[in-house]
């Protein structure tokens, strides 16, 4: 596909090649022109390899909310990771299952890496691209409350594969965006999809 | 580097090679093991070439808020985008020259890719990764204020490079999250930290 047949694509798109494929993911690069003329250039982007065609995108995070005494707290999650070689604070995530929805998805990385089973979902969205510039890499945001009181999460117990290592922490949604702003930075880095809704919170009433 | 210098990293990291390298990125690969035990895995995972040593992040996003009529607008932009090859609807945004500090850069992507002279800087946050799992790409977010009624702001005019084509919109800030769900997906998709900043702003009264 050289990516010409879309209508609004604005270049001549030429050359399109995979550079590198591996096990999780492809290297691309396409020449590119403008149609109204000007200088051609390369654009190089990565793309997952794995993302099933029933996925309704590569993966999702999830808001999860909790309230407690009157507060309303989010649970996220430390992590340490490889591409950054940092560790991470972020939503729960992952990457979409075959056949699955994004609610499942959700819902299923949520008790797999926090132990907490969602009571309700509160709101889910379409697609988004995450990094549009590099890649193609794409999720859906799942917003589900977590009823604290409910039998199975006295003790959530989380389900993480071998090669998981995953600390879960509540913060209060109120002060979100300070809790960030306090991170130091030499030991963990906030994850975009975290700080963006930690602005929208923030900014809501500014 | 091959990363096990870090203290929190629960991975031995071994054979890490760049395996593909072009213009603008990067592909790297390599092998992890929990120092816990457990199997070893393979993880690739894609790279900028191009970021200045003195940026305080890849590149910067831009929240710009328009005041009118007693209501809050967000600057907007959609634009084709070739690792996507879709129309996205996004947050003005880009990569930091050299030199430049996360507002210089964002308020010059501002008035590049929309043609507004912002008049406050309201917030800038330090700098977050947009898609870990895949990429140690980043940036940062500024939040501006844009007075629309400044002799500067009353015609603005944008300055594309040749080979841009970008279209301005202004979103009524507290109808965000109904534009971006009303988008028709066949030819426009939203961006990660614009849908997340729309769920922020819903959910700070939910």
């Known amino acids: 596909m050289n990516g010409s047949e879309n209508p609004d694509c604005p270049y001549e798109l030429t050359n399109n090649e995979v ?6 993911m492809q290297t691309r690069r396409v020449q590119f022109k403008p149609k109204t003329g000007g200088q051609q250039g390369v654009w190089e982007s990565a793309h997952r390899n794995t993302t099933p065609s029933t996925a309704p995108a590569a993966g999702v995070s999830v808001i999860a909310r ?3 005494e009157g507060k309303v707290f989010v649970v996220l999650i430390k992590q340490y990771r490889i591409p950054c070689r940092k560790m ?3 939503l729960p995530a992952g990457l979409i299952d ?8 959700g819902t299923r990385e949520l ?5 907490y089973t ?3 979902v509160v709101m889910e969205t379409k697609i988004c691209y995450l990094d549009p510039g590099l890649t193609d890499d794409s999720q859906c945001l799942v917003v589900v409350d977590v009823d604290v009181d409910a039998p199975e999460n006295q003790n959530p117990v989380q389900q993480l594969e071998s090669d998981e290592s995953i600390e879960v922490v509540l913060v209060e949604q109120s002060k979100l965006m300070d809790y960030i702003s306090d991170l130091d930075q030499s030991v963990i880095i906030v994850e975009g ?4 809704y930690a602005m929208g919170l923030r900014l809501a009433t500014l």
């Open 19 to 24: 550079v590198w494929s591996g096990r999780w």
């Open 66 to 68: 909790v309230r407690k």
């Open 88 to 90: 991470v604070l972020e």
């Open 98 to 105: 075959e056949g699955e929805t994004a609610v499942q998805a």
């Open 111 to 115: 008790l797999e890496e926090t132990g």
């Open 118 to 120: 969602y009571g309700k």
């Open 193 to 196: 999809t975290l700080l963006a």
